[in-house]
């Protein structure tokens, strides 16, 4: 079906999701690029997303399971359109970042250095092609989230960052 529409996405997706300790990682980061993002919907099984990345706009729909597989879907649609429903239609306050990509143990790993609400919250990614895969960790990857919620974009939204306890904030290693 991904061969007939060349402007979807459809894949399953395993990604593994860090906190970052410290800020050595922007020695070997790119300049990062804007995004600008909120969500439709906030429905048991999935989640909507509308994404504004640089100069381009996406539709993402996401399996709500915890863990880091996940069912992913994802469409280009106008800027113009994506700016309308980000200020219109979604939910409140949007998620704003810079992502950074990063090159370390023959992996590509994004950086989402927040702002915003969420400022102050610096998050690594890295997608992998099978959960068991092995990866090297950076030095500056501290203690694995891919099964906290919390850390989700979606849930930003509901509990932003700022509104996060001491307790809460303290657990980067």
Known sequence: M???CKDMIMATEIERKFLVKDDSWREAADAGTAYRQGYLVGAKQASVRVRIEGDAARLNIKSATLGVTRQEYE???PLADAAALLDTLCE??????VRHHVHF???VWEVDVFAGDNA???VAEVELEAEDAPLQLPPWAGREVSHEPRYYNVCLVQH???NWTADERRTLD
């Open 2 to 4: 991904a061969a007939l």
């Open 75 to 77: 469409y280009a649609i």
């Open 92 to 97: 409140k306050p949007l998620i704003e970042k």
């Open 105 to 107: 143990g023959g992996r």
């Open 120 to 122: 102050g919250l610096v």
């Open 160 to 162: 932003p960052y700022k």
